[in-house]
């Protein structure tokens, strides 16, 4: 299995409030990928890294920003959480351009 | 834009029978990936089957095979003599080559797969 965490597994938080969930790898791959998982919509991409420093956005980036300071680490941060953002949120990696992406286990948000 | 299409929400087989999954998708390119996920109830995301569209013959991994017609755009899936433990979600993903897209995925809404003992 690749190596991925992610934290925290669990998240219960409230409206308005600031949420930071953490990718971490061990695998030292280039690319990194935030995806959502919503009933009905399968999995979208919020934001991706294709390095250090280097992100772009994915086709659900509203509300969302990212940062990768390090190759391990990847974060995705909600700045003002909204109900809509409840969601289980998917991290996932690839060597290169034609790898396979790897998942990590998920983190289940809710925003009361 | 690109679009998968899993026209199935749900399916059930008995044990040891074969069932088949449908996957339908658009693109204009003429390269690209395709891919089957197993999401079991745990909720982890497995690679299932990875089949390249330059590549004619079908991709097989032990009991799953793929039918991919590019033509058609369909790329189905066949699980053969299924297990308990097959019962998960199946989602269908597209990847184009390496480009701007940043690879990303572009999932379908997945298929609810129940295995009857």
């Known amino acids: 299995d690749a190596g991925i965490t992610q934290s925290p597994r669990h998240k219960v938080t409230e409206t308005g409030t600031p949420v930071t969930l953490r990718c971490h790898q061990t695998e030292n791959h280039r690319y990194m990928y935030w995806y959502r998982q919503d009933p009905g919509h399968g999995l979208r991409l919020i934001h991706y890294?294709?390095?250090?420093?280097?992100?772009d956005k994915g086709e659900v980036s509203d509300g969302y920003s990212v940062s990768r300071s390090k190759t391990e680490d990847f974060l995705l941060t909600l700045e003002s959480a909204t109900s809509s953002q409840t969601s289980v949120y998917f991290c996932?990696?690839?060597?290169?351009?034609?790898?396979?992406?790897?998942f990590g286990p998920g983190t289940r948000l809710t925003v009361l | 834009a690109q679009t998968v299409t899993q026209s199935q929400p749900e399916m059930s087989v008995q044990e040891a029978e074969t069932v088949t999954l449908s996957c339908t998708y658009d693109t204009s390119e003429s390269d690209y990936y395709l891919f089957w996920y197993k999401q079991p109830p745990s909720r982890q995301m497995i690679l299932v089957i990875r089949q390249e569209a330059y590549k004619q013959q079908n991709a097989t991994e032990n009991r799953f095979s793929v039918n991919f017609q590019k033509a058609a755009k369909s790329f189905s899936l066949k699980i053969s003599d299924s297990q308990l433990g097959d019962a998960a979600m199946y989602f269908c993903?597209?990847?184009?080559?390496?480009?701007?897209?940043?690879?990303?995925?572009?999932f379908g809404t997945g298929t609810r797969l129940a295995v009857r003992p």
């Open positions: 890294s294709y390095g250090v420093k280097d992100t």
């Open positions: 996932a990696i690839s060597g290169t351009g034609g790898d396979t992406q790897y």
């Open positions: 993903a597209y990847r184009r080559l390496a480009g701007s897209s940043g690879d990303k995925l572009t």
